[in-house]
């Protein structure tokens, strides 16, 4: 069985961190919809979006990580959807293969790397909405303390985001990523018991990462996203 991890406590670090950080509260008003974004570790795009919650994919080149950063009012769940990378908090570092996920608690610092030639594909579901939230404490291409990057570095690319009622699978590689709606457990039990659910709507633990293993009912009809992975 893969390895979800649930990291929810803040450190002394965090805390003495963020206090000393430039931090600029800004509230975001930029569709991401079909957008590439540049980054100088690779590249990242909104995969889907509600008022609850969104979801981007992240490619990160060969030993380039992103910066060591917060979110300050966000909470986070990553998967590594193909490759491998090493997740760094201040405290630890973590090892996610396909289908392996962490979860931090908002405030809490972390940092991605690809440890792979090819690259490697991640996906990020941010609690509530908002790109500019953003805390950078460390950066080796200069952006500590920096806000998020902006207009020169979007490139707009058709059909990168799914939307209803259309569009609503992603294919990366051998892993499968699909935005759904479902009402019963019934609809769900095609997949994988080792892939990964996260309920996208008004849920009282959305954006959050689970096994389809360990989902016992569903209460209601509910907007999912599952991550599956081809034999």
């Given at each position: 069985m893969k390895n979800i991890k649930y990291i929810e406590s803040l450190t002394k670090k965090d805390i003495n961190s963020l206090e000393v950080?430039?931090?600029?509260?800004?509230?975001?008003?930029?569709?991401?919809?079909?957008?590439?974004?540049?980054?100088?570790?690779?590249?990242?795009?909104?995969?889907?979006?509600?008022?609850?919650?969104?979801?981007?994919?992240?490619?990160?080149?060969?030993?380039?990580?992103?910066?060591?950063?917060?979110?300050?009012?966000?909470?986070?769940?990553?998967?590594?959807?193909?490759?491998?990378?090493?997740?760094?908090?201040?405290?630890?570092?973590?090892?996610?293969?396909p289908l392996d996920g962490l979860y931090f608690s908002k405030k809490l610092f972390h940092q991605t790397q690809s440890v792979v030639e090819e690259?490697?594909?991640?996906?990020?579901?941010?609690?509530?909405?908002?790109?500019?939230?953003?805390?950078?404490?460390?950066?080796?291409y200069g952006r500590q303390g920096k806000e998020y990057e902006q207009k020169e570095c979007y490139e707009n690319v058709k059909k990168l985001t799914l939307t209803f009622p259309n569009n609503l699978i992603k294919q990366i590689n051998?892993?499968?990523?699909?935005?759904?709606?479902?009402?019963?457990l019934e609809e769900i039990k095609k997949y994988e018991r080792s892939s990964i659910i996260s309920f996208l709507d008004n849920h009282k633990e959305c954006g959050k990462i689970f096994r389809l293993i360990d989902i016992k009912n569903i209460e209601k009809e509910s907007t999912v996203l599952i991550i599956s992975r081809r034999k």
């Open positions: 950080l430039k931090y600029n509260d800004i509230l975001c008003t930029i569709d991401f919809k079909d957008i590439l974004v540049k980054k100088p570790w690779g590249s990242e795009y909104l995969l889907f979006e509600n008022k609850y919650c969104a979801v981007w994919v992240l490619n990160i080149k060969y030993m380039q990580n992103t910066s060591m950063h917060c979110h300050v009012k966000k909470d986070t769940s990553l998967v590594c959807l193909d490759g491998e990378v090493l997740c760094n908090t201040l405290n630890e570092t973590n090892e996610l293969d690259g490697s594909y991640v996906l990020e579901i941010e609690t509530p909405v908002n790109k500019f939230d953003l805390a950078r404490m460390n950066d080796k051998k892993t499968q990523v699909e935005i759904k709606k479902i009402k019963t």
